[in-house]
């Protein structure tokens, strides 16, 4: 299995608290990738990473941000967390190029009440 | 813009009998296609993928899927399901360049004894 692990792997909030997810990779892979899954949705990119520093936005960035400060960890931040935001959220990562394969984190369940 | 069409949220077999899951795909450049599988409450395996080498692609866990460009799809197929294929499928396609993947909603296949 690739090396990713996903910090909490559950937490519960309340509404308008800031929460942050943190997704750490032992592979040294240049691409980190922030998705949500929610049942009839499938996986929505949320954020995703190039490189240290350089970050990019998804289909629902919306009320996400994101930071890599090194090339091994990739957070995710709901700078006031709605109930909207209550998902399953899914980190990933991959070396970049279009035949390679994504690998899974093994997720974090938010719930926000 | 490309994306992915996977007919039928939810598809139940019986042990022993074929397992089809369908997935047709939109793309303005060739694609890169992959099925992945989630079991509950893990993240997404990679199950197999298709980069232009061959059109009938094996993968893991006896699954197949065959790539057919007049059709725009990429179905898999398993001979003969077994009760531990009970999970979710998820179809994705590869954008140009070095952007994310892009899912279908999923397909939830159910193995009946």
């Known amino acids: 299995d690739a090396g990713i692990t996903q910090s909490p792997r559950h937490k519960v909030t309340e509404t308008g608290t800031p929460v942050t997810l943190r997704c750490h990779q032992t592979?040294?892979?240049?691409?980190m990738y922030w998705y949500r899954q929610d049942p009839g949705h499938g996986l929505r990119l949320i954020h995703y990473?190039?490189?240290?520093?350089?970050?990019d936005k998804g289909e629902v960035s919306d009320g996400y941000s994101v930071s890599r400060s090194k090339t091994e960890d990739f957070l995710l931040t709901l700078e006031s967390a709605t109930s909207s935001q209550t998902s399953v959220y899914f980190c990933a990562i991959s070396q970049g190029q279009r035949t390679d394969t994504q690998y899974f984190g093994p997720g974090t369940r938010l719930t926000v009440l | 813009a490309q994306s992915v069409t996977q007919l039928g949220s939810h598809v139940s077999v019986s042990e022993g009998a074929l397992v089809l899951l369908r997935c047709n795909y939109s793309s303005s450049v060739p694609p890169y296609l992959f099925w992945y599988v989630q079991y509950p409450n893990q993240g997404l395996q990679l199950l197999l993928k298709?980069?232009?080498?061959?059109?009938l692609v094996k993968g893991i866990n006896g699954f197949e899927a065959e790539f057919k460009k007049s059709e725009t799809s990429f179905h898999l197929t398993k001979p003969s399901a077994h009760m531990s294929d009970a999970a979710e499928y998820f179809c994705?396609?590869?954008?140009?360049?070095?952007?994310?993947?892009?899912f279908g909603k999923g397909t939830r296949l159910s193995v009946i004894a």
């Open positions: 994705a396609v590869s954008n140009s360049g070095n952007t994310p993947l892009v």
């Open positions: 990473s190039y490189g240290v520093k350089d970050t």
């Open positions: 298709y980069t232009s080498a061959a059109t």
């Open positions: 592979e040294n892979h240049r691409y």
